[in-house]
């Protein structure tokens, strides 16, 4: 089974506005989570409810902030995965090519981020389904499974 593919990373509009999405819902997380913390304040049967809402909101925060870093950083430039699985970076700005190691990765909705190693460089990649044809997503989801399983054949 052959994992070859090439995704375009960097922000687009659609990414863009993904972001802005998730601060809006962020930003109603944390009035719904001040809300539960005054009326638990008030009666102590809503206690455990609030402290939910707030850590699901640290969680939400700690998402939208790794999108937006990874947006404002601008590793822009070209993620190549070869047959065997072996990754390569090419930035755009025509830097060549190295090796890379993904480290961790989120895929949801038509997003993925992928913060990878090349030496001792941290990459933080940012892509959308927009950014390539179906193939290369289905590839590029293949590919965070195999690595997901320990890079297994």
Same mark, same amino acid.
């Given at each position: 089974?052959?994992?070859?593919?090439?995704?375009?990373? @960097?922000?687009?509009?659609?990414?863009?506005?993904? $972001?802005? &999405?998730?601060?809006?819902?962020?930003?109603?997380?944390?009035?719904?989570?001040? $809300?539960?913390?005054?009326?638990?304040?008030?009666?102590?049967?809503?206690?455990?409810?609030?402290?939910?809402?707030?850590? =699901?909101? =640290?969680?939400?925060?700690?998402? =939208?902030?790794?999108?937006?870093?990874?947006?404002?950083? &601008?590793?822009? &430039?070209?993620?190549? $995965? @070869?047959?065997?699985?072996?990754?390569?970076?090419?930035?755009?700005?025509?830097?060549?090519?190295?090796?890379?190691?993904?480290? %961790?990765?989120?895929? $949801?909705?038509?997003?993925?981020?992928?913060? =990878?190693?090349?030496?001792?460089? %941290?990459?933080?990649?940012?892509?959308?389904?927009?950014?390539?044809?179906?193939?290369?997503?289905?590839?590029?989801?293949?590919?965070?499974?195999?690595?997901?399983?320990?890079?297994?054949?």
């Amino acid at each position: 089974m052959s994992l070859a593919f090439d995704l375009q990373t @960097g922000p687009t509009p659609r990414l863009r506005k993904a $972001v802005l &999405g998730l601060y809006l819902f962020a930003a109603g997380s944390a009035a719904a989570s001040i $809300v539960l913390v005054y009326r638990s304040l008030q009666s102590p049967a809503t206690t455990a409810l609030a402290a939910s809402a707030l850590a =699901a909101f =640290a969680l939400l925060a700690g998402l =939208a902030w790794s999108f937006v870093r990874s947006l404002r950083r &601008g590793d822009r &430039g070209t993620l190549s $995965v @070869g047959p065997d699985g072996a990754a390569t970076w090419k930035s755009a700005s025509g830097t060549g090519e190295s090796d890379v190691n993904a480290v %961790r990765w989120c895929s $949801v909705a038509g997003l993925a981020w992928i913060e =990878a190693r090349s030496g001792s460089r %941290r990459l933080l990649l940012l892509s959308g389904r927009d950014r390539c044809g179906d193939r290369d997503w289905a590839q590029l989801a293949r590919w965070l499974r195999w690595l997901e399983r320990g890079r297994e054949s």
